[in-house]
Nanobody, 115 residues
Framework: QVQLVESGGDLVQAGGSLRLSCAAS????????MAWYRQAPGKQRELVAA???????NIANSVKGRFTISRDNTKNTIYLQMNRLKSEDTTGYYC?????????WGQGTQVTVSS
């Protein structure tokens, strides 16, 4: 079992920055990769950024150049640094941990960007 707790969501003005955190606990050693997704009401959940158990990362084209993903293994935490935020970035952000044959999800954190 893996537990994920996201934090860092907030109300921010367009052009501002936020850093989201996702702290993992439980069977940490079974995690192969972690990722951030976002999902607006009525829309499909979309991948924002992913990071492997090493250092390989994948950033969605829609946020490339503005968002970065990183990890701190000493804290079992991944981060999503979001810069130059736009109103269209407003939505819930969810952390995912990938283990063999299963995905774990956090409860989500809300990001609201005011224009």
């Amino acid at each position: 079992q893996v537990q994920l707790v996201e934090s860092g969501g907030d109300l921010v003005q367009a052009g501002g920055s936020l850093r989201l955190s996702c702290a993992a606990s439980g069977s940490i050693s079974s995690i192969n990769a972690m990722a951030w997704y976002r999902q607006a009401p009525g829309k499909q959940r979309e991948l924002v950024a992913a990071i492997t158990s090493g250092t390989a990362t994948n950033i969605a084209n829609s946020v490339k150049g503005r968002f970065t993903i990183s990890r701190d293994n000493t804290k079992n935490t991944i981060y999503l640094q979001m810069n130059r935020l736009k109103s269209e970035d407003t939505t819930g952000y969810y952390c995912k941990a990938v283990v063999p044959d299963y995905n774990y999800w956090g409860q989500g954190t809300q990001v609201t960007v005011s224009s």
